[in-house]
Every structure is written in C-alpha cells, then in structure tokens.
C-alpha cells in the first residue's frame, strides 16, 4: 500500500469537474464532443492563473468503444478510445496536457454492464457451453416462458431479455443492450481488474465507477416485493418494486474492495463509486475499503429542500458517520439529474456554490454548473435518451442536463461549428463562459474566487468541519479550522436580508456574494448583515472567541 501519507493524495486537494465528452467542445465538425475539444479546453479548467478556474481535476464520462445506445455507457471495447472522441494516441496527449496544468484524469469505468455487442457477450450468448458462458446472467424461462423473476430493469421494462440462440433470458439491470456482467465469476473480475491496470498504467490518477449499486444480485432470483408507496399516477413502472433482490448495494463490499487492492498497487490514485446511498449505506461503502482510496457518491445534496437546516443537519450527520480519514464529497448535479439551476432557482447559485466550495471533502462541479446553465427544451422529436424512449416517458429524459456547454454567444454558443448533436439551451447568448469571464459581479467570477482561495487554503483542504447555532434558522453557519487557523462561512438560505449575530472576533473578509464587500475588508461589531440568498467566507483573525 503505497498511499501512507493520504493528506498528500490528489483527492485531498482537488475540487473535480465532470465532463459529459459529448457536450463539452467539438474540436473536429461532427457536432460531438471529442477528446481534443477537451485538450483545447484545459486552460479554462486550469492555466494556474487565477483567471482560469482552478480545476485539479476532471471525470470524463465514458470514452471506451461503445455503440452509445447509452451515450458510451455501454461498452464493447475497454482497451480502445471511440473514435468518435479520438483516439488512444489523443488520450496520452490529454493526460500529458491536463498533468502539465496540475490536473488529475478520472476515468469513467462501467463495471455492471458491457454493450451487447462486446466480443464477451457475442461469445457468451453463441451456446449453452461456451467458455464465457457465466461471464453474463443467464437463466432458462419459467414454465410458461415468461422472465425468470419479476425484475425491472432501470431504463423500463422487465430486466430480462429473451435469446433466441440458447432459449434463455439474459440479466440486464439497464437498457437489453447493456447486459449486466457476472461478477460471481472469477474470470470476469480478473478481466476487469486488467482493465484497471491498464488505465493506471496509461496514466489515469483514478476512477468513477459506475452503477456499483447495481452490482450484485440475489443469487437465487427472488422476485422482488410490491412497493406499498407506489402511486401509479406519478411513479414510472421501476417504483412499482421495491428493489431488495434485483439490486443489493450492501453485498458490493467484496467487489470494491478488489478494486480498492487493484487501484493501490499504484501510487496516489482514487476511486469514487456511484450508489444513490443514504447516510447508513455510504457509511458501509467507506469500510469496504480500508486504504481510503475510495468514496461512495454522495448525491443527498440534490435531494436536499433548500433549507438551511436541513442541509446543517444533513452535514452534521455525514460527517458523525465518517471515520477518521474518510474522505466526504459533495455534488450538485450530473448526467443524469436535472440541473442545479432548475431545482433551487438562479438567485441561490451563489449561496450553493459557496457551500460546496467551502465544506470538508471533494467538491464535483457539473461541466455548466459554475455559468448558471439550465436544462435545455428539447422538443420530444429530438430525444436521444433511450432510457426515455424504451420507457416512452419523454419527461424522464436525461437530454435536458446533457446540452452543449455554452462558451460564447457566436454560433453553436461556441462548442463547434456544426449543429451540435442536441439542442442548445436557449439562454446561451446571455449565460456563456465568454460574457461571465468580464463580469465580477457573475457566478464564474464568484465559482473562481471561491476555487483559488480554496486552493490556496490547507484550512479550506484539510481543516475539520464543525457547524454553529445561529439566530436565524435561516442561516448555516460553520467554522472549519487547521492549525489554529480558522475560517467562518456564514450562508443565508432565505429571500430576506438577515442580521447574524457574530462570534467576539476581527474578521477578514476572504470571499462574499456582495461584491460590496471587498476581499480583505475588516469585520468586527456585534452582527453581520447579508444580504437575501447572500454569503461570507472569513477569515477569523483572533483567536479568542469560542464557537
Ligand atoms: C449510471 C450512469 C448513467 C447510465 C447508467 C448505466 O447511472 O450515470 O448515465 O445510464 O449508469 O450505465
């Protein structure tokens, strides 16, 4: 193990930006994202200047060979770079050039499923007895030639698919085109772990891994119970169980932990797996690995009301359930949710990415998220999401959140010169990178503030986390502190301009939503005034008050 010092692990220091490739720059006409958009793209991320953002690093979605029925999620090739984005030769140049800035590359790595068009299934489904047989989950039909069981696959419909060939189903916990692979079977699990030796070696600093919730499931096939909450007049048909065979989080522990033994035969590299978890499950996915090279995704902020107590008290207890060298993370939004911007509204982003720069862990910005960028109208003729299209529920479309990133107001909002593979959103000649770049007063300004002073910051790093009693429910207020150094962050959640008693201390002011207060400006007195959907970050110059 060769990650001893964890304070000096990449993951401790990076604020991560998520790249959805297809969206993000199109660098070779075909109105899709590729790799060298991206390489074009790294001084914005990252030019070590504080007119860049400040990224230390970047998940890509998946870039593998795939038929992108599930816009690369689906892969048949993992050694190779889909030639839609480039080629493994651009790849190297990509990680050169992001090391070069100080930027770390996550790859995406798709474990429950491969495309039905991997050589492994072709193999797999050609006869009863072929070697790769168990690499995929295969069962004969009931009597009367129905599913094995009553499992839903995510994407719609039953999650199994008849096979012509050998007259059996196959598992699929996503799209039949996304068969779901066997990790009961030793073969498969060594295959995957020469996938992951292969990308470190390339010179990848860690992975996303995809789905890991979805990873195991009940080896005796038992159907899964009604849920008693399902409410067919808003739920989609996948409510309509309750997924406690089809789907057992808790039973990954063995396949992360293989992975987590794989990945630290490396140096200083990092794993952040993806489960819709509460508070008790990311506790349990912490301990399967006990390098603490990994985290479970914790999305509970996206469901959070915006409320400043529910989020202090989500924080608190996130943090109770973490053990020493745990390592948290905090995210907003991705792929496959709704933006920021449409569930809590335009006039909080700021006070939201104050909050996410500021807390203890790694913070995950969706690629638009620091310009405000909403989910785009795409009109249902348009949809390419096939989860939405299989379930013939155009409002579950994940397309909305995957519209190009917007760059200027020029043509395309500058993603490229052809008509990018979907829609706009609408609002690109007022929200774009070039525009908020000039404004000081712009949520990008703010978003590069907040990155710098927390690069710069040990304090903001790797300093504990303890919350404060505040006058105002309204408020959500926390101290994070190394050293003997100590920074207050005072958030108000509400529409009114609120009056904040304040700890017996001088304050500086490091960074505030009001442009007003000027960075290094001195705050003393009894309270602090801030302003509707406002914030402060301070530096604490005293040491003589308690919090
Ligand atoms: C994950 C991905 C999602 C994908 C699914 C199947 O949830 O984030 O985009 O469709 O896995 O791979």
Known sequence: MKNDDLKNNWSRNAVVY???????????????????GIISALDYLNDGTPNSLGIGAIWISPIYKSPMKDCGYDISDYYDINPLFGTLEDFDRLIKEAHKRGVRII????????????????????????????????????EDGSPPNNWLSISGGSAWTFDETTKQYYFHSFLPEQPDLNWRTEAVRGEMMNVVRFWLKRGVDGFRVDALDTLVEDGYLRDDPANPKYDAKIDGEYTSLKHSFSRMPSETKYCTNILCNTVSEFENKFIISEAYAKIPLMAEMFKSCDKKIHSPFNFNL??????????KKFVDEYEKSLHKEDWPNYVF???DRPRLQDRIGE????????????????????????????????PESEIKDMFALRANNPKSSRDPERSPMQWNSDLNAGFGDVKPWLPLSDDYKETNVEIESKNPNSLLTLYKELIHLRNNSIVLKLGSYKSLKTKSPDIFSYVREREGKRILVILNFSDNQIEEPLPPNKFKVLVSTDKERKQGEDISGNSIAIKPNGGYVLEVMEQLGKY
Do not use: C
């Open 333 to 335: 939004g991705n792929h």
């Open 107 to 142: 790859m995406d790595f798709v474990i429950n499923h491969t495309s039905n068009e991997h050589p492994w299934f072709l193999e797999s489904k050609s006869s009863l007895n072929n070697p790769r047989r168990d690499w995929y989950i295969w069962r004969d039909p009931k």
């Open 302 to 311: 996206m469901k959070l009301p915006w409320k400043a107590t529910e989020f």
């Open 18 to 36: 998520q790249i959805y490739p297809l969206s993000f720059k199109d660098s070779n006409h075909d109105g899709s994202g590729d790799l060298n």
């Open 347 to 378: 006039a909080k982003l700021k006070v939201a990415a104050m909050l996410l720069l500021t807390l203890r862990g790694m913070p995950f910005i969706y690629y638009g998220e620091e310009i405000g960028m909403k989910n785009a109208n795409i």
